[in-house]
């Protein structure tokens, strides 16, 4: 009869151990029995939720605090406007369930700020730096209008100041927009339900002059058009262009630039190749690393800037180079509705953008 007791008092000594340490634990920790109902919620999560909790229905705690938005990803959003990440797995071998929410909100809003210092850094070095690279291009463009204005210029001379100045001025524009994507890619952006279709059906229509002017080739495969994705299009496609520019200015004349998208799981991949002169392993370390450039001309923003949407994104970028045989970009991105496929409808896509 001792044992029994003892067992007993040792039994809830051990509960009340168990107990104490879930009140103190700072996760909110949520446990169902087999039917769905709280059993037991710790002080963390009656604080996170306003609620006593137990004896509820958790189907109906999610409909009454939670509130899921199109851009939460892997996290979830609740009423309050806190966002956390939910972790639930089984309590076997008992019936039911454990629910660990983390409150992720402030977390998330001190990488929001630690991201806007290091871009006001990054501002502050960029102004340096354009400072000179806009200098050049804009004195000659002020040049060639001069030359135009001439009375005296002959009328067969017009036409090669007005291509030098048009090159000039798309030089400037593209420089302005590498700063505009650079200094907005961390922002509150305007953000999108759009298809991958939409996506490269964008990117072809930006990149056509270039590819034109070039002589290039863009080649553009899609596993699964109808693959959606949720952000900033306009911030996309310029990250892109600036992958597909870089590889025509790296390749020789004639350039063929590759555009793979493949969907796997809740991933988009897309890569982005060249066969051009490639990169050794230290240009490889710096490549997104901003105002770091091999170019004549040129801010050395392009990449950073595709580092940095890809990243806004919640996305991720890596690059595989090899000297003299080319490079190719890799953009992994989350979809935002992962769409059912037929075995009829895994086809790939191709069109070829060909300038001669």
Sequence with gaps: MQNVIAQSAASAAAQSHVDAILEAMPHAIITLNSAGVIEHANAAAINLLNDTLEGRLWRDVVGDFFAPRADDGHEVSLRSGRRVRIDISTLAPEPGQLIVLTDLTETRALQARVGQMQRLSAMGRMVAA???QVRTPLSAAMLYTDNLKS???PEGQRLPFLEKLSSRLQTLEHQVNDMLLFAKSGDQQVLQTFSLAELMQQLEQQT???LQQQRAHLNIHMQHPQTMLRGNLNSLVGALQNLVMNGIQASSAGATI??????????LTIEVSDYGCGMDEQQQKNVFTPFVTT????TGLGLAVVQAVTKSHQGNIQVASTVGEGTTFTIELPIATLPTFTRQETTTLQKEFSYV
């Design 151 to 153: 009375p005296r210029l």
């Design 130 to 132: 354009l400072a000179h």
């Design 295 to 298: 170019k004549t001309h040129g």
């Design 208 to 210: 056509e002059a270039y």
């Design 258 to 267: 590759d555009v793979d998208a493949t969907t796997c799981d809740d991933a």
